[in-house]
């Protein structure tokens, strides 16, 4: 469960987000000074801080700096209840993820609060082979390919080079994004990952460049964005292709000479940033459709690096699965051992479209339902629902022989045949491949149980007439 420490001080206020934010299963703590908020980050480490701009004492600005110098990946919201305030402004410009007005709209909150506190998780440090792993993610592979990716991080690392990540969804680019950033001269300053797919086009410029009061139909106010927020530290593009035509201009002045305009705005801003781009589609033929620019893609792929999916990486899934497990067991508290021999068979023979992120969720699910040392085909049996769809191509391919064949052949009840034929078939594989588990295979033909026994009834009452 994420934990959220709110910092105000009035009592109110405090009630009020510790029953919203409980709602939605999130572990609040309080405190009502900058002092208590200090003193309460180092003792309930919190994935994200909540704070008034304005408080006796230490006020929300001087909180936040101390924070920062303290813990410089902790995600902080800052509150304020004038919507000009300069000091939320000030508080963006030193490291706040963002900022929101009093009273606060309950479903913006709740968005946010998600966005900050994955924002912070990426911020974790990432470790790799025979490194503790309790600290923060960690990389693994002990192939060639991961390999030559572990030394290009080390040799990329320190310099300030723009870097390119390619690779399927899932194979784990972020990872190396962090990784690059951890081992990097600004790893004390900022880190801001920017989703190009998940934000509207019609926003995507006022998040990265941020906007003057009036620039447009509900600017309100102004906004900092990601550049500037992120002055002296590293810029995470993840889907760099999604990225829109309209905007690739602008990126591409920030890549070469550093420098922008807030949209609205006149003056120009200065920035120094290192991008680490990523994507999973093909932009050189992006290039080819115009819908990607040629400049801006030789200013991203100055060191490119491209991840393996996991079917070519079999040999690393049991030390994956192994990692995930002991993950899992830190978070659910439980003491499995490992993968029985039976579902390590499958995972190997498994093509994993979705790749690590996808063994990820297959290990987290098994693990929920597991109550005995190993993880075990019981655990994972919805495994055979995906095992099934990878296999209805060659299924295909099978079916239109055997339609040849039939058709060829005729006779008036040919059509009635089958169809018969066929059901029968498709009702035994589906307990074969339940293992005789009735209500698993019904779920798997989209059939009812008390339908799937009438056919299997039927099945039987033909093979006695045959006999």
Same mark, same amino acid.
């Given at each position: +469960?994420?934990?959220?420490?709110?910092?105000?001080?009035?009592?109110?206020?405090?009630?009020?987000?510790?029953?919203?934010?409980?709602?939605?299963?999130?572990?609040?703590?309080?405190?009502?000074?900058?002092?208590?908020?200090?003193?309460?980050?180092?003792?309930?480490?919190?994935?994200?801080?909540?704070?008034?701009?304005?408080?006796?004492?230490?006020?929300?600005?001087?909180?936040?700096?101390?924070?920062?110098?303290?813990?410089?990946?902790?995600?902080?919201?800052?509150?304020?209840?004038?919507?000009?305030?300069?000091?939320?402004?000030?508080?963006?410009?030193?490291?706040?993820?963002?900022?929101?007005?009093?009273?606060?709209?309950?479903?913006?909150?709740?968005?946010?609060?998600?966005?900050?506190?994955?924002?912070?998780? +990426?911020?974790?440090?990432?470790?790799?082979?025979?490194?503790?792993?309790?600290?923060?993610?960690?990389?693994?592979?002990?192939?060639?390919?991961?390999?030559?990716?572990?030394?290009?991080?080390?040799?990329?690392?320190?310099?300030?080079?723009?870097?390119?990540?390619?690779?399927?969804?899932?194979?784990?680019?972020?990872?190396?994004?962090?990784?690059?950033?951890?081992?990097?001269?600004?790893?004390?300053?900022?880190?801001?990952?920017?989703?190009?797919?998940?934000?509207?086009?019609?926003?995507?410029?006022?998040?990265?460049?941020?906007?003057?009061?009036?620039?447009?139909?509900?600017?309100?106010?102004?906004?900092?964005?990601?550049?500037?927020?992120?002055?002296?530290?590293? +810029?995470?593009?993840?889907?760099?292709?999604?990225?829109?035509?309209?905007?690739?201009?602008?990126?591409?002045?920030?890549?070469?000479?550093?420098?922008?305009?807030?949209?609205?705005?006149?003056?120009?801003?200065?920035?120094?940033?290192?991008?680490?781009?990523?994507?999973?589609?093909?932009?050189?033929?992006?290039?080819?459709?115009?819908?990607?620019?040629?400049?801006?893609?030789?200013?991203?792929?100055?060191?490119?690096?491209?991840?393996?999916?996991?079917?070519?990486?079999?040999?690393?899934?049991?030390?994956?699965?192994?990692?995930?497990?002991?993950?899992?067991?830190?978070?659910?508290?439980?003491?499995?051992?490992?993968?029985?021999?039976?579902?390590?068979?499958?995972?190997?023979?498994?093509?994993?479209?979705?790749?690590?992120?996808?063994?990820?969720?297959?290990?987290?699910?098994?693990?929920?339902?597991?109550?005995?040392?190993?993880?075990?085909?019981?655990?994972?049996?919805?495994?055979?629902?995906?095992?099934?769809?990878?296999?209805?191509?060659?299924?295909?391919?099978?079916?239109?022989?055997?339609?040849?064949?039939?058709?060829?052949?005729?006779?008036?009840?040919?059509?009635?045949?089958?169809?018969?034929?066929?059901?029968?078939?498709?009702?035994?594989?589906?307990?074969?491949?339940?293992?005789?588990?009735?209500?698993?295979?019904?779920?798997?033909?989209?059939?009812?149980?008390?339908?799937?026994?009438?056919? +299997?009834?039927?099945?039987?009452?033909?093979?006695?007439?045959?006999?």
């Amino acid at each position: +469960m994420d934990k959220i420490l709110v910092v105000d001080d009035e009592a109110g206020i405090l009630h009020s987000f510790k029953k919203v934010l409980g709602r939605h299963d999130y572990d609040v703590v309080t405190a009502s000074s900058g002092e208590e908020a200090l003193e309460k980050v180092n003792r309930e480490q919190p994935d994200l801080v909540i704070m008034d701009v304005n408080m006796p004492g230490r006020d929300g600005i001087e909180t936040l700096n101390e924070l920062k110098s303290l813990h410089p990946s902790l995600s902080v919201i800052i509150m304020t209840a004038y919507t000009t305030s300069e000091k939320a402004i000030t508080a963006m410009k030193n490291g706040a993820f963002d900022y929101i007005t009093k009273p606060v709209d309950n479903a913006r909150l709740i968005s946010l609060v998600e966005k900050a506190i994955a924002a912070g998780k +990426m911020n974790v440090p990432v470790s790799f082979e025979g490194v503790p792993e309790e600290a923060g993610d960690r990389i693994i592979g002990k192939g060639d390919a991961m390999l030559e990716i572990f030394k290009k991080v080390g040799q990329i690392a320190a310099s300030d080079v723009t870097v390119l990540l390619r690779g399927e969804t899932g194979t784990g680019k972020e990872l190396i994004a962090r990784a690059v950033y951890h081992h990097s001269k600004r790893v004390n300053k900022p880190f801001l990952p920017v989703n190009c797919a998940a934000i509207p086009e019609t926003l995507l410029e006022s998040e990265l460049f941020g906007h003057e009061k009036g620039a447009f139909t509900g600017a309100e106010n102004k906004k900092i964005g990601k550049f500037e927020q992120c002055d002296k530290g590293t +810029m995470f593009l993840d889907e760099i292709g999604d990225m829109p035509l309209s905007l690739q201009a602008k990126m591409l002045r920030v890549l070469q000479d550093g420098c922008f305009q807030r949209v609205g705005g006149n003056d120009l801003i200065r920035t120094d940033v290192r991008i680490i781009a990523a994507t999973n589609k093909n932009l050189e033929s992006l290039i080819n459709m115009g819908k990607f620019r040629d400049d801006l893609y030789w200013r991203l792929n100055v060191v490119s690096i491209t991840m393996p999916p996991l079917r070519e990486r079999r040999d690393d899934i049991e030390d994956i699965a192994q990692y995930f497990i002991r993950k899992f067991n830190r978070e659910l508290g439980k003491e499995v051992q490992g993968v029985s021999p039976e579902i390590l068979e499958e995972f190997r023979k498994y093509d994993w479209p979705g790749n690590v992120r996808e063994l990820e969720s297959v290990i987290q699910r098994g693990m929920v339902l597991c109550r005995k040392d190993l993880l075990s085909y019981k655990d994972c049996e919805w495994l055979s629902q995906i095992r099934l769809t990878a296999q209805s191509v060659d299924i295909d391919k099978t079916l239109s022989g055997t339609i040849n064949e039939i058709l060829q052949q005729g006779g008036t009840d040919i059509y009635r045949e089958a169809v018969s034929n066929f059901e029968r078939l498709l009702v035994k594989r589906a307990l074969e491949l339940t293992k005789n588990n009735q209500a698993l295979a019904a779920k798997l033909l989209g059939i009812s149980r008390n339908t799937l026994r009438e056919k +299997m009834s039927a099945d039987d009452d033909s093979n006695l007439r045959k006999e």
